[in-house]
C-alpha cells in the first residue's frame, strides 16, 4: 500500500467517525403551517421549498428531520425552533 492511499483510508476513517446528529421535528395541533415554514427558513436557514416539503413532511408523517450535522451546531438551532413554539429534539 502506496503512502498516498494510506492517508487517503485513514481520512476515509477519520470521516466516518464523525457523529452526525439531526434535529426532528415533530407534528403538533397548535402552529400554523406558515409559522412553521417562517421559522424553519429563519432558524434552520431552509429555503422556501425545503421548509414548506419539510413542515408538509412533519403533517402527513408526524416528524421530521429537518438538520443533520455536530451537536454542537445543532444546539442553538433546536432551541430557537423550541423557543417559536415548535416541537424538536435533537437525536
Excluded at 1 to 15: A, C, F, P, R, V
Excluded at 30 to 52: G, R
Excluded at 71 to 81: R, V
Aim: with cysteine; net charge negative.
Amino acid at each position: 500500500m502506496s503512502t498516498k492511499e494510506k492517508i487517503s483510508e485513514e481520512l476515509l476513517l477519520e470521516e466516518e467517525t464523525v457523529k452526525q446528529n439531526e434535529i426532528v421535528l415533530f407534528n403538533d395541533d397548535v402552529n400554523t403551517f406558515d409559522h412553521v415554514i417562517e421559522t424553519l427558513i429563519a432558524v434552520c436557514n431552509h429555503t422556501p421549498e425545503q421548509a414548506e416539503q419539510c413542515s408538509l413532511i412533519v403533517h402527513y408523517k408526524g416528524k421530521c428531520t429537518v438538520k443533520t450535522g455536530e451537536y454542537c451546531d445543532l444546539e442553538p438551532q433546536c432551541s430557537g425552533l423550541l423557543n417559536a413554539g415548535l416541537s424538536a429534539e435533537i437525536v
